[in-house]
């Protein structure tokens, strides 16, 4: 396949699959500059509606862009869906990446899953599974189904949590403290804002745990302590 060259910027639009890496835009910058290697590693493009559309090599075409260099690519006669089909199967991509890939393609679960993103400053990892049932094979292929109902609940797991974590006197486990979360917004006459004063006058019960029912237990004692009122079984009934 023909490696061509140009310092055309203009001809290329990017196809941004994944959110540019900044840290590896650093060290490829820095090794471009020790050593241009552009030629032996030329991006991949298709032509698309009149543009070089960048399907890989999006961090090298970055980076050299900024430095004024050439760029050296070759035009691939896979389609795009081809291309982003064998993007989506790759081992290295986060359920993160899954999110803003599917997020750009108009996927409608996903795109509210990147809002909680936005919103929360989190990026979804391994708690994933606290927060909601999830298969990975279809969440990989953009099959995973997410609508406002549970936005409105996971938003509420993951408020609840960064007040928490705000009070806590140590840094808890996040995956085992929002599985204890996802319960107790689910039992009936739980007061929000009454556990979050009685979390803040009692932080000194609380205690690092590895198991979900850890957390219950200790919650369900600061939550009844000295409570007039109806006491509230914060703990999974076994």
Known sequence: MEILKTNKYYMFDIEVNKPLDERHLKKLKKAIVEKDLGEHFPIDVIVKDGKLMVVNGQHRFRVRKDLGLVIYYKITNLTLEEIRSAETNTKDWTKSDYVH?????????????????????????????????????????????????DFDRVSKILRLYLDLVEIFPFKPDKKVLIAALRYVLTVDGFDREYFISKIKINKSLLSPAILSDQYLEQFEKIYNYRNQGKKLLLRKIK
């Open 101 to 149: 890939y599917y997020a750009k393609m108009g996927v409608s679960s996903y795109i509210l899953l990147q809002r909680l993103e936005d919103i929360f400053q989190m990026k979804f990892g391994g708690y994933s599974s606290t927060l909601f049932t999830i298969s990975t094979d279809k969440f990989n292929k953009g099959e995973f189904v997410f609508n406002e109902k």
